[in-house]
């Protein structure tokens, strides 16, 4: 710790702390523009110059400066104000002031402190700025006329994201910011350097025009695409969500955002929203009464018996969730699930039988100060992006060593030094055994109080680092140093991602992952981590409140199956859409035409068009309650805008159909919570007050396995055949929803398949033409995007489309074997 | 004290007198108004559009809140307001609009007779307000 004094005043900062830092504790208030909490110190705009004592006849930039014992700062003076003044109006010399036109304008720090400083005359005259804007671009308008070459656009686009996408170029009077060779902007359109401009330079181009900040409301909630539970405030007015608003005080996303959670609300105001319910007569979907729609529901059900059952998303509260469990109850079943049934069970399953816990054992900040980490799937940033990017900040600042388990190479892959093992298709499995071989043949392995070690080392003799190499086509050297880092690291991560793209070996890979996290000593261990993150925004909170069947009761897929069969007579489907999402389209399509069906949506998804009866419900943005992600983080949602027509919460109608089955519901969603609470492992202590800006994590910031016991699991054998289709999550959507929003539609519109240029020029294929892909159980077709990231033969396609039909020839292997033809 | 008042009084009687007559006969006869008078806004049109480029600034200096302003993108890219009204009823003809205004796209005219029969006919859409 360090003493100075700042104006008077005495304060205590630690030793890092600079002049700004110390000031800003103090309550000292000193301008900034090039200075942002997250970013590096950078001293590129002289506007928070300082005096000290002891370094007399000069002013110092306070942003950059490191305190020394003993300071005395003086952060005012008429000195001071002079040169500010003069930063101000040089600034101001090229700058072309627009204000009444510039969608910054009442939020600008330029504004604001030519306001402040009184700049009314300029003593400095120039040629203004008269450079290209770019308009184009959907998403990020640039106007480089505006902007004061803070460089902050430039460091949050390398330092946070990643990606690089700006750097300053020319000298002198003509620098300025712009992408590589001066083109339009193409990257991940996370939307970071919007938030990061000080000024009108970069702004977003969907809000262009549409209001003022002071005529916004803002409205603290949490973004409803993935379990990434980031924070996001939203700017609401005539009741529509009109932007995403920057904040950085809630969360633990430090104001980062991706393309879906800043660019993808739309689908909230979107105009194909179901307004009110709707009920199948003569074989038509029609327009009714909410209780003409429930009295049809109920009646359908109640028809049903017990032979029914509940399949429900993981985009429900917590406070809905524990609504559809109740309603389960009340109808007598113990056919519930979530999520397709399959692709969670690394967590309900791998990790039960070896952590004894259901959760990811680290919160996600600790990431940052890791020095090894472990991706299994390069898919992991797609999924969750703003993850992602807190390891590239450790990747970065920390230089820690980041191993990607791959099947195609991505955006983790490409991060300096990153080390791929880039295996054939499906077999993760066999490397994570590999890599558990390699710490128990070197004597790494941390073996204190760990069950079943002998069992796991006989299992392992097939996966020795030289066997493993040479059946997945990944260095046996790499293997083995991934496996001494992970060993040797202070803090080590290991990250897997699960989603309804990813069902195959899911339980496996929990429990190899598991496995791996004991051996390592991950799994409890302050600092360190073993990370299972569900696609969903609240796919951690189902998993908590066990929205699993019951002991008799069906999962997601047996429950279809036994629809299609006749031997369920009616389904209840609340926010998912298995049509397009969950694997074995031909099982689904049966299933939904067997059976009764209900389905509760926010669009007339392809799901719905088959239902009996529609429910219209609301999106995050219309209701409250809570989220939990996938660091076991439960943060809370707050009503941004009120529901179109007659659609009404989920919470809502789950009450009213409890209600008419004769059970009890919660009255209100604080009573629920208070209630899911009660009966909920690890949420016992938690009440909603707890839940402050940050949210609360449950189980604490590190929750210790509850039993510690190796698994031995086999590994996969590679899918034969000369072509092999991938699929996975697209960076630019989440699940379905997304494609009903204009930001990830903007960039990605349509399905497409992707594949390697190799294998382009062997099919004589270019960007766009239409490839058709025929496998075992049918086949599909899309346009054809040829990139760098896939090996030959290998191929990729995003599961989020409905109109590709994906399911047709996907039913949860790791792989699929097809045979592409040129159309 | 009688002298006082005699010259008060005098002063009435003067005015009494033909030629000295401060009242008009509105609305036979009309005055002409200060160029500082503050009667009905107008909306100053340019060559090709009105000059107001929706800054929202009229709107939020407004007291008694009767503009209302919908700002939207041109074909030329412009910002530009799709919806200008003033609520006639409610506005206080205070001129802090005039005065917040950054491009003078805003004006008082000096016509004062505003008494209208139906309350619609006081709302002053941006057609009517160019033309004003
Ligand atoms: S960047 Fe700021 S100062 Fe410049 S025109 Fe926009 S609002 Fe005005
Ligand atoms: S949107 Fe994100 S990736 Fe694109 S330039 Fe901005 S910060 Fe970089
Ligand atoms: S564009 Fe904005 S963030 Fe980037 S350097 Fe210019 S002012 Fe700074
Ligand atoms: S989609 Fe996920 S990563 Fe992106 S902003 Fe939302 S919660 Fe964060
Ligand atoms: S202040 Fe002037 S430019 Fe701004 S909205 Fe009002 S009339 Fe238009
Ligand atoms: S804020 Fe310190 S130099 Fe810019």
């Known amino acids: 710790m360090v003493n100075l004094t700042i104006d008077g005043k005495q304060i205590t900062v630690s030793k890092k702390a600079t002049i700004y830092e110390a000031a800003k504790e103090a309550g000292v208030h000193i301008p900034v523009l090039c200075y942002a909490k997250k970013l590096l110190p950078y001293g590129a705009c002289r506007i928070c110059l300082v005096e000290v004592e002891q370094m007399k006849g000069r002013l110092i930039p306070s942003c950059t400066t490191p305190v020394t014992e003993g300071m005395v700062v003086n952060s005012i003076s008429d000195e001071i104000r002079k040169v500010r003044k003069t930063v101000l109006e040089f600034l101001l010399v090229n700058h072309v002031v627009e204000c009444p036109v510039c969608d910054k304008g009442g939020e600008c720090d330029l504004q604001d402190l030519t306001y402040e400083y009184e700049v009314v005359t300029n003593r400095f005259e120039g040629e203004k700025f008269d450079l290209p804007t770019d308009e184009i671009n959907p998403l990020i308008e640039r106007n480089m006329n505006r902007c004061v070459l803070c460089g902050k656009c430039v460091r949050v686009c390398d330092e946070i994201v990643g990606y690089g996408s700006y750097s300053f170029i020319n000298r002198g009077f003509e620098t300025k910011i712009a992408t590589a060779f001066d083109r339009g902007l193409n990257c991940e359109f996370c939307g970071q350097c919007v938030s990061m401009c000080p000024v009108g330079a970069i702004l977003p181009r969907p809000f262009k025009f549409k209001a003022r900040p002071w005529q916004l409301k803002e409205v603290d909630s949490v973004c409803g695409y993935c379990g990434n539970g980031c924070t996001v405030t939203f700017g609401t007015k005539d009741n529509e969500v009109q932007t995403i608003r920057f904040n950085d005080k809630n969360g633990v996303n430090d104001g980062n955002l991706c393309i879906r959670g800043r660019f993808g609300i739309s689908y909230v105001n979107s105009d194909k929203r179901l307004t009110r319910p709707l009920v199948r007569r003569n074989g038509h979907l029609t327009e009714t009464s909410w209780d003409d729609a429930i009295q049809v529901a109920v009646a359908g059900l109640k028809a049903a018996g017990d032979k029914l059952g509940v399949i429900s998303g993981a985009r429900l509260t917590n406070e809905e969730l524990f609504l559809v469990k109740q309603l389960a109850k009340t109808l007598g079943t113990e056919n519930l699930d979530h999520s397709g049934g399959e692709c969670y069970k690394g967590v309900t399953e791998g990790l039960k039988e070896t952590l004894g816990i259901q959760a990811s054992t680290g919160t996600f900040p600790q990431v940052e100060h890791c020095d090894a980490i472990l991706s299994i799937r390069s898919d992991f940033y797609e999924t969750h992006p703003v993850f992602g990017m807190v390891v590239n900040q450790a990747v970065r600042n920390n230089e820690a060593k980041l191993t990607v388990i791959a099947d195609k190479r991505g955006k983790f892959t490409k991060l300096p030094n990153a080390r791929t093992l880039l295996h054939k298709p499906g077999l993760e499995l066999n490397i994570l055994n590999a890599i558990c071989s390699v710490l128990l043949d070197e004597g790494l392995a941390k073996t204190d109080g760990i069950e079943g070690l002998n069992e796991l080392k006989d299992a392992l003799k097939d996966y020795s680092a030289d066997a493993v190499a040479a059946a997945t086509g990944v260095g046996a050297d790499a293997i083995k140093q991934a496996a001494r880092e992970l060993a040797q690291a202070d803090n080590a991560a290991i990250l897997l991602a699960y989603g309804l793209p990813y069902t195959a070996y899911s339980k496996e890979l929990g429990t190899a992952a598991a496995n791996l996290a004991l051996l390592t000593g991950i799994a409890g261990r302050p600092g360190s981590g073993l990370y299972l993150c569900g696609e969903k925004a609240n796919s951690q909170g189902a998993v908590d409140l066990s929205i699993l069947p019951g002991e008799k009761g069906l999962g997601a897929q047996q429950m279809l199956a036994a629809a299609g069969t006749g031997e369920l007579k009616a389904l209840y489907l609340i926010g998912e859409d298995p049509l397009t999402s969950y694997p074995d389209r031909a099982l689904v399509e049966k299933a939904l035409e067997a059976s009764f069906l209900v389905v509760q949506d926010l669009f007339l998804s392809p799901t719905a068009q088959k239902a009996d009866v529609v429910f219209p419900a609301t999106s995050f943005a219309e209701k409250d309650g809570t989220f939990t992600n996938a660091e076991r983080r439960i943060q809370r949602l707050r009503v941004g805008i009120t529901p179109p027509g007659e659609a009404r919460t989920d919470f809502a109608i789950l009450q009213q159909l409890i209600q008419e089955f004769g059970g009890q519901a919660p009255a209100t969603s604080a009573e629920a919570f208070a209630a899911l609470a009660a009966e909920t492992p690890g949420y016992e202590m938690v009440s909603l007050e707890m839940l402050g800006p940050q949210g609360y994590v449950w189980g604490g910031d590190i929750l210790q396995p509850e039993s510690k016991k190796l698994l031995p699991v086999a590994g996969a054998v590679a899918v034969d055949g000369d072509y092999q289709l991938l699929v996975g999550s697209s960076l630019y959507h989440s699940g379905t929803v997304s494609t009903g929003a204009k930001g990830p539609m903007a960039v990605v519109s349509e399905p497409y398949i992707e594949l390697g240029r190799e294998d382009a020029a062997a099919l004589k294929l270019v960007d766009g033409d239409l490839l058709k892909l025929k496998a075992a159980a049918g086949e599909i077709q899309a346009k054809v995007k040829v990139d760098r990231r896939l090996p030959k033969g290998v191929l990729f396609t995003p599961y989020h489309f409905s109109q590709l039909e994906l399911n047709r020839i996907y039913r949860g292997q790791a792989a699929i074997a097809v045979e592409p033809v040129k159309q | ?132």
């Not at chain 2, 009905?40 to 800054?55: F, G, N, S």
């Not at chain 2, 910002?79 to 802090?96: A, H």
């Not at chain 2, 016509?111 to 160019?130: G, M, Q, S, V």
């Open chain 2, 1 to 132: 004290m009688f002298k006082e008042f005699a010259k008060g009084l005098s002063i009435t009687l003067k005015h009494l007198l033909p030629g000295n007559c401060t009242t008009v006969q509105y609305p036979q006869q009309k005055l002409e108004m200060s160029p500082r008078f503050r009667g009905l806004h107008r909306l100053v049109p340019t060559q090709t559009r009105e000059k107001c480029v929706a800054c929202y600034l009229c709107p939020t200096v407004c007291p008694a809140k009767c503009i209302t302003v919908e700002s939207a993108e041109n074909e030329a890219g412009e910002k530009y307001p799709k919806v200008y009204k003033i609520d006639l009823l409610r506005c206080i003809f205070c001129g802090y609009c005039v005065e917040a205004c950054p491009v003078e796209a805003i004006e008082m005219t000096d016509a004062y007779e505003l008494a209208n029969y139906k309350r619609d006919d006081f709302n002053f859409e941006k057609e009517r307000l160019l033309k004003s």
